[in-house]
Structures are given as C-alpha cells and as structure tokens.
C-alpha cells in the first residue's frame, strides 16, 4: 500500500505519519481520514520499520510518539552512509569519517585557491563560491541518475560564463585531496542499490518533509523501498524550498498513491496569519491547489516600516522573549543573522540560535563563540566599573579572552592600583590585533562601551531564536518577526528568476506563527521582497 499526506503548515502532518506508525504496528486503530489505514492494521512489527526525515524536529516527534527505536528513525544521509560502509574494514570507515569532518575546511581551501569568497555556515548566500558549489550540488541532484558521471558538467547550466573555467580545476583539486562530499554518499548508495545491493531489510517505509527529497534523493528512496509493502510520505508541495539542490514540487504531487490524505486544517496560524499566508502562496506557480481552515483564533499581524530593520526587529523580538514568549526573529541570509545577533548583544542579551550543531558551518560556531567570550569579559568590565567585581574576577575574563592579565598588572609599587585607570588604558594595551581576531571588530566596540559604563549584561534569552527562515522550517513560536528586507539588489534581481520557488521560502517564513507575525521592511521597497509581492 502506497499513502500520500498533504497538509498545510501546522496541520500535524508528522503528527498524523506517527498515527499511521501507531495504526500498521497495532497500537490503535486508525480514525476519520486514517480509517482507510486499518487494512493493514498491525501488519507489521515494530523493528520492520523505517522512519526517515531531514528535520530534527520531526525525528524527536517520531522518537518519541511511536514505539521505535531511535535506530529506526533516521536521515536520508545516515542510511546512504549505512549503505556505503556496509562492507568496509573500521580503517576504511575512519578514513572516510575523517574525510567528511573535514569536508568544509576542504571546501573552504578549495575556493581559495579557485580565488571565490564562501561562506559555509550560508548556502544560501550568493557569494561567488556559494553559487560554484551550489551548481555542483544542483547538477548533481538533477542530472545524476540520467546523466551518470557527467552529471557535475551540467553546472555550467547554473553558473555565470566567467565562472566555467573553474569547474574542472575544481574536479582535478577534489581528485587530488580525495576529497568526500554528502553528495558522494548518496551516489555511492544509489549505485550500490542500482547493481542489486541491499537497502535496510525493512518492509515499511515512512518519509516526512518528502517535497524537500531532490530527483536524486527521490530516486534513492525508490531503490531503498523497492521491496517494501508499506509506503506512507507526508509533506506539503508549497513548502519545497531547497531549489539550491534542485529539489522540484512536481516530486511530491507526481507520486502515486493508493491512498491520498489531505489535512485540510492548521493547528498553529491564526485567521490573521493565515490571510497573509494565503496571499503569498497565491504567487506560487506549479502547485496542487488545495485549501486549508485556519485555528479559531484572530491573532495578529503587524507591518512596520523601518530605517534599521535590523535593531528594530531585535528590540521587538527582545520585548516579547523578556516577558517570557517564545520568539523568532528571522532573516532571509546568514549574514543578517550575525549582525541580528550582534545587535542583541550590543544590548546585553545573548540569544538562541535555531540551527543544530552540525548545520551550523564553522564560521558561524565562530561567531557564537566570539560573542559568548565578548559577552563574559564585557561583564568583568562593567561590573568592575559599577563596582560589583574584584580585580581578581575581572582578570579571570580578561584571561579567558586571550589577553593574560597578572597581578603584577594590578599593582605599582607593590600597591594595588586603580584598577578603573588600568581599564581605561585599554585602548592603548588591550585593543590590539590579537584581541580583535579573537572577539572580532564589533566585540571590541561592545568592550568600549563597557569601559565607559554603558553597557549592561541583561543576560541569555533563551525564549528568543535569531536565525535564518531555512532554519526554523518545522518548528513554531508565539511571536515571529519575519524580516522583509534584501541588503543587495543584485540578490533580490537574481531571485526573481526563481520567483517561485522564493515565494516558497517567505511562504515558510510567514507561517512559523502561533499567534502574531511582525513584518518588518525598509522603507526603500526594492529590497523587499514580500512587500515587491504584493504583501
């Protein structure tokens, strides 16, 4: 039996992929929409099953929802990988784990002797790196299956004509460092699958988010159910927002299924929101039409218009996490991201981030770190300014962050000092060029500011997340404040060639939220997409 499940933001599709989990292994029958389900009502045991997803959301629901094992539920990646090692000696497996630990740093060497900047923590960012690897990892995705081997030449249909000389300098550079990518994986366990292998020796597969599976992971998915007797998919067309990988709506609306389920009510927007979603949606193109009832709730949504989007959007998130509302602030790029972050802290506050550990990218693990280490010396400071800490204290943060501080540097003559004309000698000791490698160019203005008794350490909020959209893709909060705001046109031009498909990303935005969205734009409509989309 083949089921599909369509469902709008919010309408439980993973919620419902548990209850038919719960109705093929026994656990209760299926009700309502699910009763069809009940023909193959425990059918199956409980280690016959395989839960697959990309979001780590879901795969805690599913943990804990349904009687699996957590081996049972996994990422599409970790069973390529399963598929891939099968065989392999424990050197052959440490080598190949080296080989993807230390696949950004490869990367990132990579595109510096190519001569194009990347950032790694953003795929989504266009810097001329971001774009070079994006079109490989899009080719691939695409072309693969049909075009084998020559699938990575297909990045010269994505790439600017000035940047096609560096493809094959990249492939010679990736064969000489043997290098691995995620990429690879997935290749290596669709051709395993391809000449006969084993998949998982399961005989019901589950998948949820599948609008987010490229052609290639589509088609991998396929040789590893090939045999299965039970397949259940769950995800919404109107959310495929992975286009940098090539993923396409028309994978999930063209999957056949003997049973097809469409929740048809969301349990998170509220009338308010859920008006502004449906008029962004309404510019997407190639989609199953389908309607959706909002909760029974009014909510709120509020549109400002500002000349720094940035800090008026914090200083909003921050008033609703400090009266104890789970709150998201989020942007279209990583580096708007970072600055958010930084502006939080300028105001004394860290603040949570959306992206788990592993998808962070060691640039932005850095940045975070940066501002813990400025947030802790920057509260030595100041409460030594205000009084409320020792000299011993104050050099046990000053230590932390790299720069050594004795007691001999306390002291003249023997005599303890001043120790306010020691801090305000730190312009001429402390801001130096170690310092500011280590804490970076706006940690060292934080570090002034609290020298001078202006800054105050007000604490973690850990109610408010600054992240981008692609992060919060299967979480919600109370209060999101969707920043409606481009800092390049030539981004936002680029964009409207896949309009589409980034109305897509905004529609996700707008709809992480329970109660009110905020919509915070420039006044200069230009880089502003949802305003340039009629919202």
Not at 137 to 156: G, L, T
Request: aromatic content about 10%; overall charge positive; glycine content about 6%.
């Amino acid at each position: 039996m083949r089921v599909k499940i369509y469902g709008p933001p919010g309408c439980g599709k993973t919620y419902t992929l548990t209850e038919v989990v719960n109705i093929i292994t026994g656990q209760r029958r299926g009700t309502g929409k699910l009763e069809p389900l009940n023909e193959v009502y425990s059918s199956f045991d409980v280690n016959d099953i395989a839960f697959i997803s990309f979001a780590r959301v879901t795969i805690s629901i599913a943990r804990s929802r349904t009687p699996l094992e957590d081996e049972n539920v996994r990422t599409l990646h970790s069973i390529a990988y399963q598929i891939v090692t099968r065989d392999m000696s424990r050197a052959e497996k440490d080598r190949l784990n080296k080989k993807l630990s230390n696949l950004e740093k490869e990367l990132v060497s990579i595109a510096r002797e190519l001569g194009l900047k990347y950032n790694p923590a953003n795929p989504f960012d266009v810097t001329e790196g971001n774009l070079f690897f994006n079109a490989i990892e899009k080719a691939i995705h695409v072309h693969y299956p049909k075009a084998r081997d020559r699938a990575v030449y297909y990045a010269y249909d994505y790439l600017p004509p000035h940047l096609h000389s560096k493809l094959d300098r990249y492939l010679a550079l990736k064969d000489a460092r043997g290098l691995v990518t995620y990429d690879d994986l997935l290749v290596w366990a669709y051709e395993e699958l391809r000449k006969g292998g084993h998949g998982l020796f399961k005989s019901a597969f589950l998948a949820d988010e599948y609008q987010d599976f490229s052609p290639l992971e589509a088609e991998l998915f396929r040789l590893i159910t090939r045999d299965a007797d039970f397949i259940a998919i769950a995800g919404d067309d109107d959310q495929a927002i992975y286009y940098h990988k090539g993923v396409t709506p028309r994978i999930i609306i063209k999957e056949k299924a003997d049973v097809e389920i469409i929740l048809d009510k969301s349990h998170r927007l509220p009338r308010a929101v859920h008006r502004v979603a449906m008029k962004v949606v309404s510019g997407i193109s190639d989609r199953k039409r389908k309607r959706f009832l909002p909760k029974d709730e009014k909510g709120k949504v509020i549109v400002k218009n500002s000349n720094n989007v940035i800090a008026d959007a914090v200083k909003i998130g921050i008033a609703y996490a400090e009266r104890g509302i789970r709150t998201f602030v989020l942007f279209r790029t990583n580096d708007l991201v970072v600055r958010a972050k930084w502006e939080a802290l300028r105001l004394g506050y860290l603040t949570e981030t959306l992206k788990r550990e592993g998808r962070m990218g060691e640039e932005f693990r850095e940045g975070q770190d940066r501002m813990r280490v400025t947030y802790e010396v920057a509260d030595a400071i100041a409460s030594y300014v205000r009084g409320q800490r020792s000299c011993r204290k104050m050099m046990r943060a000053l230590n932390y962050a790299g720069y050594k501080v004795t007691e001999k540097d306390c002291t003249e003559s023997g005599v303890p000092m001043h120790l306010l004309e020691y801090v305000r000698g730190f312009p001429r000791n402390l801001f130096t060029r170690k310092l500011t490698s280590k804490i970076g160019r706006r940690g060292v203005e934080i570090l002034k500011e609290a020298m001078k008794g202006r800054w105050i350490a007000r604490g973690d909020l850990k109610l408010l997340f600054i992240d981008t959209i692609h992060a919060s893709k299967g979480d919600e909060a109370d209060v999101v404040v969707v920043v409606d705001y481009f800092p390049r046109r030539r981004l936002l031009k680029f964009l409207i060639k896949e309009w589409g498909y980034e109305m897509r990303v905004w529609y996700v935005a707008v709809t992480r939220a329970r109660k009110t969205l905020y919509i915070v734009r420039p006044y200069d409509i230009t880089k502003a997409v949802l305003a340039n989309a009629g919202v």
